[in-house]
């Protein structure tokens, strides 16, 4: 009888590390969100490791007095590796390997493979994969010697391995294959964000730190059937759809990719496309969840971001989700936003403010009008239905009398 084997994973422990530049700066909450990142990533914290210093060392991103304290508490945490908190040059990636012998990663890297392993749609997945390959690009030598140490975990998802074993020329021209089909992929949005002007549906942007509970707030308002995981990054894949508002209005719903801090560069040129739909929205809802003590820091990374993508003078309505988890807390405020509601998408309450309020900053652009249509104009009912608000119709010996909300261009048809 052949014997059997069994194969086990072996789960990475790692050591988180972080540089702290300044008294008072957020270090440490960034810390505990790295190590979130890497619970997602699927491996477990062994330790960390804080140091206080003017600025990051270049050489090895902490002094040589911590990198042999990190040597010291990797035996004694029997620890698999390192996760630093910041993005890592070539150097520091390579000079930290050669004096901790050991697996050597950074913030980026983690992020990258959380999104490898939640990329599902082929857009997607080749944005995850042009962000790795482009992260990777100077950093072959290291991660090869790396990977071929330990064989897997954090980092290994997406292309991989095989990536790292092909030349720099080879990866190159894959990046300006996978950049070919994504500008294939924006000319395709472009041309569905084109049609949705000409039907002049108006659209809002859902934006929100990650695991605010966008994709909750999207499934409660539509029955979209986006996943729902209380974990960093468990969506990535925008999703649109249409929500029907009191009045027979309608708008369209767009979810984005949740941000985050250090959000890496390569992640937000690779997704500028998917991001863009904010930039395009007629509203931003931005979600912020109301149980997080960091919830302040959260909605100042976001409009940060925001900013970073060129979207400004928009309308921001902030919704201040999981107020059924937020008990005990002090209120919060965003002095930054146009309006701000207070709701629970898990539960539901709060969502028919929301629709509402849509609906009144909807009528803020059309026009009221009574009129009187004769029946063989009657074809202008189906634009006003289609446009604008149809409030009521009766139809007489002369005529269908109208109340309506309606935009300019068909008030002018109407006179």
């Known amino acids: 009888m052949a014997e059997e084997f069994k194969i086990e994973e072996t789960e990475e422990r790692v050591i988180l590390v972080g540089v702290s530049e300044q008294d008072g700066d957020d270090t440490e909450d960034s810390l505990a969100e790295l190590g979130e990142l890497v619970g997602t990533a699927g491996a477990s914290v062994a330790g960390t490791l804080i140091q206080k210093r003017e600025k990051i060392h270049p050489a090895t991103y902490v002094g040589s007095g911590k990198v042999e304290e990190l040597a010291e508490l990797l035996a004694e945490r029997d ?46 997945k080749i944005q995850v994969e042009l962000a790795q390959l482009k992260y990777r690009l100077g950093r072959l030598t290291g991660l090869g010697r790396s990977m071929s140490r330990l064989g897997g975990g954090i980092g290994t998802r997406g292309p991989g391995e095989k990536k790292l074993e092909v030349d720099r020329r080879l990866i190159k021209e894959r990046i300006a294959g996978l950049g070919r089909e994504l500008k294939e992929i924006q000319r395709h949005r472009d041309v569905t964000r084109a049609q949705r002007t000409k039907n002049k549906v108006p659209v809002a942007a859902i934006v929100g ?45 767009t979810d984005t990719v949740g941000f985050i801090r250090k959000l890496p560069h390569h992640l937000i040129e690779a997704f500028k496309s998917t991001l863009e739909e904010a930039r395009y929205a007629d509203y ?41 988890v937020a008990s005990g807390l ?84 109407l006179e």
Do not use: W
């Not at 730190?209 to 994709?215: D, H, L, P, V």
């Not at 308002?221 to 209005?249: H, M, N, W």
């Not at 979207?311 to 919704?319: F, P, Q």
């Open 209 to 253: 730190y990650t695991n605010a509970g966008k994709s909750t707030l999207l499934n409660r308002l539509t029955g979209a059937g986006v996943l729902e995981e209380d974990k960093l990054f468990a969506t990535l894949d925008p999703t649109t759809r249409l929500l029907s508002l009191p009045g027979r209005q309608e708008i369209l719903l």
């Open 79 to 124: 620890a698999t590796g390192i996760v630093c908190d910041d993005e890592l040059s070539p150097a520091q990636l390579r000079n930290l390997e050669e004096a901790l012998d050991t697996k050597v990663m950074d913030r980026t890297l983690v992020i990258l493979d959380i999104f490898a392993a939640h990329a599902t749609t082929s857009e997607g």
């Open 330 to 413: 002090e209120p919060v405020r965003d002095f930054k936003a146009d309006y701000a509601l207070f709701l629970s998408a898990k539960e539901g309450s709060g969502l028919d403010d929301l629709k509402d309020l849509l609906c009144r900053l909807l009528r803020e652009n059309k026009i009221y009008v009574e009129r009187t249509i004769s029946y063989t104009d009657a074809g202008i009912l189906q634009q006003i239905r289609k446009q604008g608000e149809l409030l009521a119709e009766e139809y007489e010996a002369d005529g269908i009398r109208i109340c309506a909300y309606v935009p300019m261009e068909l008030y002018g048809k």
């Open 284 to 324: 931003i809802l931005h979600v912020v969840d109301s149980s997080n003590p960091q919830r302040e820091k959260q909605m100042d990374i976001v409009y940060k971001t925001l900013f970073d993508l060129g979207i400004r003078e928009k309308t921001v309505i902030t919704l201040f989700n999981k107020q059924d």
